[in-house]
């Protein structure tokens, strides 16, 4: 990192399985990247699970205890919770770990967040990959909260494309689209990376990638290969050519906008009385005179993700314990 360059303080709000993991390894890697906590938020699979799943991936990166995790919101703000555990299992691919004496911290999540944004207001970043359930309670328990933000990258929804838990709705957004819509009206300075097109085009890893990061025979790429496998077999059997990093993407596109080859202000609205519907994220292409509370990545180069991620993952790194395997029960 060149010396002038400086570094990005950021909060994970993760609902941590598969991707979130590698999310986590970025931020923890990258030397731009300050991971200030992680706040976990009911999501991907049964939210213990998530905890463990975030203490497996600080362990494979030698770092167990590093980073606070803060507990937040185990359901949605209204409807009942839904998982994705058909997509990744439990998401740690069936690592297990010793896991005497691990802890998370006794702050709640939502506080956390509160509380470190007013320590620093305007400094600190959010990436969130997960339901936006702790982002929208801490806005309305402190409606000073968004303005605090310093960015707001935001993985969730569809652009005027496929859905990916119902033909509508992006899944983030569909388990929890009150938090949603609560989150694109509260005024945060928001950047969004959406599920369709943008991550089934530019940030699928294919089978031929995969194979060159298994070859990397690092701690790394051993617990990518396994917490990304079950989602692999997921994908390929949608018509998905590979495995799926919309949430390592959202990191990356903070870290490092240059990425991004195209994106768009626009208005984000999120739909929450059709079940039909519900999740749905209506993004406006800038011809309804609708009032834009997004910047929305539509291209990112591809490839060049690819590498960052690789080559973090050809990092060397000692896992603080041994790993062994178990099931995915
Ligand atoms: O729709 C993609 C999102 O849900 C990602 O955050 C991933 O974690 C999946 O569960
Ligand atoms: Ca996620």
């Not at 999120?270 to 999740?279: K, N, P, Q, V, Y």
């Amino acid at each position: 990192m060149s010396s002038e360059q400086t570094t990005v303080p950021v909060i994970i709000d993760t609902d941590t399985a598969q991707d979130d993991c590698i999310t986590i390894i970025a931020g923890m890697m990258d030397p731009v990247a300050d991971v200030r906590a992680i706040t976990m938020v009911a999501g991907n699979v049964g939210f213990d699970q998530q905890v463990r799943n975030a203490h497996l991936t600080l362990n494979a990166l030698g770092r167990l205890g590093e980073v606070p995790i803060h507990l937040g919101c185990r359901r949605p703000v209204l409807v009942p919770w839904v998982s994705a555990e058909n997509v990744h299992g439990d998401g740690s691919g069936g690592l297990r770990m010793d896991e005497e004496g691990l802890t998370t911290e006794a702050e709640h999540g939502v506080d956390a967040l509160l509380r470190l944004t007013a320590e620093e207001p305007g400094e600190i970043s959010i990436v969130a990959i997960g339901p936006l359930t702790n982002l929208a309670v801490a806005a309305i328990k402190d409606p000073t909260f968004p303005a605090r933000v310093k960015q707001l990258v935001i993985m969730g929804g569809s652009n005027n494309g496929r859905g990916n838990i119902t033909p509508a709705a992006e899944f983030n957004f569909y388990v929890d689209p009150h938090a949603a819509r609560i989150v694109f009206e509260a005024g945060f300075d928001i950047t969004l990376v959406p599920w369709a097109p943008l991550t089934l085009q530019d940030a699928v890893f294919k089978r031929d990638q995969l194979a060159e990061i298994e070859a990397l025979g690092t701690p790394l790429s051993e617990f990518f290969g396994r917490v990304c496998s079950s989602t692999l077999a997921f994908d390929e059997s949608v018509g998905i050519p590979g495995t799926t990093h919309p949430d390592s993407l959202s990191m990356a596109v903070l870290l490092h906008p240059d990425l991004v080859l195209r994106s768009s202000r626009q208005n984000v609205a999120i739909e929450c009385d059709s079940e039909l519907t519900r999740g749905y994220a209506a993004i406006s292409w800038g011809v309804h005179g609708l009032e834009p509370n997004a910047e929305v990545i539509e291209a990112v180069d591809g490839e060049r993700f690819y590498t960052y991620l690789r080559d973090i993952l050809a990092t060397p790194t000692q896992p603080n314990r041994p790993f062994r395997v178990g099931d995915q029960s």
